[in-house]
């Protein structure tokens, strides 16, 4: 075989992309079980950390069992459907008509109150941003959120995941009254209590719009959901004031 034909070396280079594409492809297929898994139990991690159950991703598993007790699956309706809530892809789901969209809806039991944890998914500078927002048993107030990137610029945009840009969201209202307001992230700073607005990340102004967004689109999904909700939260948040109040009268007599 003459080894400077230009015929050999196109075949051996043919030959060695053959082989490299297929050990490639070997380590991806053996690979994907444990990415998928990771990526699952990294998902869970997020879950618990937007209801202050911080844990690294190895423990999640047993823990999001503990706290997590129900997984929803929601119409555009706030009707409950069947399906797996965990499983839903909402990249997938974000480009569906509205009414087409399922929505997942994780309902977490913490020192026995209860919380509404809802996935995000929106659009930073430069792809796609995510993450996890709860809001307490009266579905208004925030208690905590959790976000993510995929690769937005470092030490501008990319701080949504840090703790101070997280920690700005609990304690705000997405309601204001009957109306619903969401949560604006906003450049120069939020004024003074505000309950509807966080500060703006430096420098990073259009991701800190994309969160904007992103919270306004996902929440008036579920506003069905909410309004369902509401009425029998108030009386149930009625009858536990009464039992209070029924408590203390008692303490008084005694």
Same mark, same amino acid.
């Given at each position: 075989m003459d080894v400077n034909k230009n015929s050999y070396t196109f075949g051996f280079a043919a030959i060695m992309v053959i082989i490299v594409a297929a050990l490639l492809s070997s380590a991806a297929i053996g690979l994907k079980p444990f990415q998928d898994r990771n990526i699952e139990l990294e998902k869970k991690q997020n879950i618990l950390s937007s209801v202050?159950?911080?844990?690294?991703?190895?423990?999640?598993?047993?823990?999001?069992?503990?706290?997590?007790?129900?997984?929803?699956?929601?119409?555009?309706?706030?009707?409950?459907?069947?399906?797996?809530?965990?499983?839903?892809?909402?990249?997938?789901?974000?480009?569906?008509?509205?009414?087409?969209?399922?929505?997942?809806?994780?309902?977490?039991?913490?020192? %026995?109150?209860?919380?509404?944890?809802?996935?995000?998914?929106?659009?930073?500078?430069? %792809?796609?941003?995510?993450?996890?927002?709860?809001?307490?048993?009266?579905?208004?107030?925030?208690?905590?959120?959790?976000?993510?990137?995929?690769?937005?610029?470092?030490?501008?945009?990319?701080?949504?995941?840090?703790?101070?840009?997280?920690?700005?969201?609990?304690?705000?209202?997405?309601?204001? %009254?009957?109306?619903?307001?969401?949560?604006?992230?906003?450049?120069?700073?939020?004024?003074?209590?505000?309950?509807?607005?966080?500060?703006?990340i430096s420098g990073g102004t259009i991701t800190s719009d994309g969160v904007t967004d992103m919270l306004l689109e996902r929440l008036t999904m579920y506003l069905p959901y909410f309004n369902k909700m509401k009425p029998a939260i108030e009386v149930e948040q009625l009858m536990a004031e009464m039992d209070s109040v029924v408590t203390v009268n008692d303490s008084i007599t005694q």
């Open positions: 202050g159950i911080e844990i690294d991703r190895d423990g999640a598993e047993e823990l999001y069992s503990q706290y997590i007790k129900s997984e929803l699956v929601l119409n555009n309706k706030g009707e409950e459907i069947e399906g797996s809530a965990f499983d839903i892809d909402l990249g997938t789901e974000v480009k569906k008509e509205a009414d087409a969209q399922l929505l997942p809806l994780f309902i977490s039991e913490v020192d %026995g109150k209860t919380r509404y944890i809802i996935p995000l998914r929106g659009k930073g500078l430069w %792809g796609p941003i995510w993450g996890f927002i709860s809001l307490e048993d009266d579905l208004n107030k925030v208690y905590g959120a959790v976000f993510d990137h995929k690769g937005e610029t470092p030490g501008l945009g990319s701080e949504i995941n840090k703790a101070f840009f997280q920690d700005a969201f609990a304690g705000k209202a997405i309601f204001e %009254g009957d109306n619903f307001t969401s949560i604006t992230v906003i450049k120069g700073g939020a004024p003074e209590g505000d309950m509807h607005g966080v500060d703006a």
